[in-house]
Nanobody, 119 residues
Framework: QVQLVESGGGLVQSGGSLRLSCVAS????????MYWYRQAPGKQRELVGV???????NYVDSAKGRFTISRDNAKNTVYLHMSSLKPEDTAVYYC?????????????WGQGTQVTVSS
């Protein structure tokens, strides 16, 4: 089992920055790929980006150049650095831990943190 707790959300003006954190507990954090997703009101949850256990990152087009995912395995924490924020970035942001094991795919979610970008 992995427990994930996000923090760092809040209200920010358009063009501003925020750093979200996700602290993991309960298992070996470093072996999990860590994802950030978001869900805007009335919309489906969508992927923002991922950082692998090896530290490689990948982002959806809307996040490229503005968002950066990093991880600190010593602190069991993954971060989402967001800059040049836009009102359309308003959403609940979730972190997600995934790992493939013999029996299948392990998949854990945090409770989410609200990000609101005002115009």
């Amino acid at each position: 089992q992995v427990q994930l707790v996000e923090s760092g959300g809040g209200l920010v003006q358009s063009g501003g920055s925020l750093r979200l954190s996700c602290v993991a507990s309960g298992s070996i954090f470093s072996i999990f790929a860590m994802y950030w997703y978001r869900q805007a009101p009335g919309k489906q949850r969508e992927l923002v980006g991922v950082i692998t256990s090896g530290g490689s990152t990948n982002y959806v087009d809307s996040a490229k150049g503005r968002f950066t995912i990093s991880r600190d395995n010593a602190k069991n924490t993954v971060y989402l650095h967001m800059s040049s924020l836009k009102p359309e970035d308003t959403a609940v942001y979730y972190c997600n831990a995934q790992r493939t094991v013999t029996a299948g795919r392990l998949n854990y979610w945090g409770q989410g943190t609200q990000v609101t970008v005002s115009s």
